[in-house]
């Protein structure tokens, strides 16, 4: 900054051209190090947790830094890069933190490295996406979607063929013994992609990654490092340099509010986002909140964003100096930051609400528990049916909102003068596609609450309460996932709607209004609900059934809990098994066969232990216990299959079991199992109902039902859907 031309008295450098030329030369050596040092064996071995903590953080740290450019008062692409700035962090300087502190073998710090590693990989596509943007240098979803489109195809066919063709060149190359013509050949390749990309309208730096990283990839990348580490710390010290040159100190006072509040958006909002990112991935939670104190500091992706929207002219001046003065603050507290973490997370820990930190220790075990293969597969079986509703009605929540951008570039083009105000378009149309997607939100947001209902059960699955707090875990545990996906589908929207959104005044009124008028049809929409569900049903109702051997799979659930001494053996029962609708008593199985029948899984109910009055039903999951010799004799009386009824016969093998939501004006509400006459009305059978963490197997006549109640129903497929319409607003 002292030799540059921005500083008086008078410069000792003048051509600018010639400093942007070398800080562009700095970046290429910069990204193609990167590269280097990431190959797709290390991500491979990094695991699927912190990739998804680095791009949810990432994520969620460009929408706040949008969120907090128009706080400042700025564009809406100026706002857009500042997010892209503060989304990554720098893993050299992460990594010479950690060394210096000697912390480079802690879990947090072994944790926070694979988040930099995943990191690398955002920051080179936010460099890539926003180069696209900075080409176009417009907003419209159109243009965006074509430039996002050739960046990907771009990255693919470099992937692609960079990795059939390079290694075997660089092996090729590496047989002549030359050191020289070895660092030429891959600079070479450096150089060439990176001027590609250029061509093609996108940065060098992304060409100089996608390079580094295919090179990495040859069997001599050791070798070629070492000798290529002294022309890299060179020319990163020049590009170091040549940002310094083209700072100009004028700038830095006119813009210290915003260098300082960017510097706190990073040290505050990337400790806090990715501390969120890594405890939501399993990481426990201190480990996740000390890994979250070290992402803080920004460095050299944030120039080289900033610069890119400088060159291509789509961004203010100012920002330029704002990512070196924000990254140099964020640089300077990394240090006492990882120093101090400890004492800041102890604080935490003897501050935050006991809830809370029991909600942290639960979160932490359920993601364990989650990774068992067994659980992982026990748990999907049940929530794949509303997960697969939730794919559908958010992709028709899409599809009308994309449809919607392009209505508001269509009418605007079109009728380009205004009658009342700028934003009427804006307006009208957001509130028309909000209300066209009210009941495919209500659909999404009732499923949800079944996903919440079972991941909380996954969680906690027992009923033991925190001896020390008089509070219930699963229904916390649901509240807290519904209050993520609350805000998720928040973002969503926004995201959608980005480029037709209303004011933020006129938008909380057309939320407000869409509010009431969903309360008002909130018993009309769920009936639609209720009908659109079944049609869905009926369009896939032809796809195959999963494997019957899927069934069986919370047997291990019971296997956790008692750890017998004995042989033991799962099967479903099958849908026309002479066993369907007979009692557990009736079949005399341990009097014929020397089995028992030990355990139950029902449609998420476990039953551990059943009496001897418990019906069996087709495709419950039952947990055998005996000798060997017993258990077959116990299957093959249990797989026996009754003789095909007549075709106006009743069959137990067209018997479903399904679970149904009480909903809020439910007439079943306030009224007991025999009042509700479901039975009557539907035909369908109550056999089960949970309430909360309390669950009730054949519920007596005399319990009285109430909101939020989930329903196990047995009955033919028309009846359980004439029940399920009963259960949310009635016949």
């Known amino acids: 900054m002292i030799i540059g031309p921005h500083t008086p008295p008078f410069p000792l450098v003048k051509d600018a051209h010639n400093i942007e030329t070398l800080a562009n030369l700095g970046i290429v050596f910069l990204m193609f190090s990167v590269g280097l040092e990431f190959n797709f064996r290390k991500l491979r071995a990094v695991g699927l947790a912190p990739g998804v903590a680095a791009f949810l953080g990432g994520l969620l740290m460009i929408w706040i830094g949008y969120a907090a450019g128009r706080f400042f008062g700025w564009g809406r692409m100026d706002s857009l890069f500042l997010g892209a700035m503060v989304s990554v962090s720098s893993s050299t300087i ?54 996002l489109t050739r960046m990907v195809v771009f990255i693919v066919a470099a992937v692609l063929f960079g990795t059939l063709l390079v290694p075997r060149l660089i092996r090729y190359v590496t047989k002549f013994h030359d050191d020289e013509v070895l660092v030429v050949t891959a600079l070479g390749f450096c150089f060439g992609l990176a ?56 700038l830095i006072g006119q813009y210290a509010a915003p260098a300082i509040g960017v510097a706190v958006l990073a040290i505050a909002g990337r400790s806090l986002i990715t501390s969120f990112a890594n405890f939501s991935t399993g990481a426990p939670g201190r480990t996740a909140l000390l890994a979250g104190l070290a992402l803080t500091p920004l460095g050299e992706f944030s120039f080289i964003i900033a610069q890119v929207g400088e060159q291509q002219g789509v961004t203010g001046k100012f920002l330029f100096p704002v990512a070196i003065c924000a990254s140099a603050i964020t640089t300077l507290t990394a240090p006492y930051l990882v120093r101090g973490s400890d004492r800041l997370v102890g604080s935490f820990e003897r501050l935050a609400p006991r809830p809370l930190t029991t909600f942290l220790e639960l979160y932490s075990r359920w993601v364990g528990r989650l990774r068992s293969p067994s659980r992982a597969g026990s748990l999907w079986r049940f929530v794949r049916k509303p997960m697969f509703l939730i794919v559908i009605e958010g992709a028709v929540i899409t599809a009308l ?69 008089n509070f219930n875990p699963q229904r916390l545990l649901k509240n807290v996932f519904l209050l993520i996906a609350a805000v998720l589908l928040g973002l969503w929207v926004i995201a959608l709607s980005s480029s037709f959104l209303p004011p933020w005044p006129l938008l909380i009124v057309l939320a407000a209004i869409a509010v009431l008028i969903a309360r008002r049809q909130w018993h009309s929409m769920v009936l639609l609900h209720s009908r659109v569900e079944g049609a ?86 039952l947990l055998l216990v005996g000798e060997p010799s017993q258990i077959e004799r116990a299957k093959v009386i249990l797989s026996e299959t009754a003789p095909k009824p007549s075709a106006g016969d009743r069959s137990f093998s067209t018997i479903e079991v399904e679970a149904a939501l009480v909903a809020e004006g439910s007439p079943l509400v306030g009224r007991t199992v025999f009042e509700s006459r479901i039975r009557e009305q539907t035909g369908a059978t109550i056999i089960g109902i949970q309430r909360g963490d309390q669950r009730v197997p054949n519920p007596g006549g005399d319990m009285q039902i109430q909101t939020g109640d989930l329903i196990l129903l047995l009955g033919s497929r028309q009846q359980l859907d004439a029940a399920k319409r009963l259960c949310a607003v009635g016949a």
């Open 401 to 469: 909102f994309v449809m919607a951008a392009f209505a508001v570039g269509l009418v605007k083009r079109q009728f380009p003068n205004r009658v009342l105000f700028d934003a009427e378009v804006e307006v009208c149309v957001w509130l028309a596609v909000l209300l066209l997607t009210l009941p495919a939100f209500l659909a999404l947001w009732r499923n949800l609450e079944v996903v919440a209902l079972l991941l909380a059960e996954s969680a906690v699955p027992s009923l033991t309460k925190i001896a020390t707090l």
């Open 94 to 147: 992460i990594i010479k933190t950690f060394q210096g502190l000697g912390k480079l073998s802690e879990p947090y710090a072994q944790l926070a490295l694979a988040v930099t590693l995943v990191e690398d990989i955002v920051a080179v596509v936010v460099i890539a996406a926003v180069s696209g943007i900075a080409m176009t240098g417009s907003l419209e979803f159109t243009q965006l979607a074509g430039s």
């Open 536 to 621: 869905v049903r009926e369009v896939f109702a032809e796809l195959p059934p999963a494997k019957p051997t899927q069934q069986a799979e919370v047997a291990s659930l019971i296997r956790e809990k008692y750890a017998w001494d004995f042989e033991m053996a799962e099967m479903v029962l099958p849908k026309e098994s002479v066993a369907a609708g007979r009692t557990i008593r009736d079949l005399q199985l341990r009097t014929r066969t020397g089995a028992s029948i030990v355990g139950i899984e029902r449609q998420g109910f476990h039953i551990v232990n059943p009496n001897p009055g418990v019906p069996l039903f087709p495709g419950d999951g």
């Open 195 to 250: 001027l590609l990309a250029v061509k093609l309208g996108y940065s060098a730096a992304l060409g100089a990654f996608l390079m580094g990283a295919i090179v990495a990839e040859s069997r001599n990348i050791e070798r070629l490092q070492a000798m290529i580490a002294p022309i890299r710390d060179m020319f990163v010290a020049v590009f170091f340099v040549a940002v310094g040159m083209l700072l100009d100190p004028r």
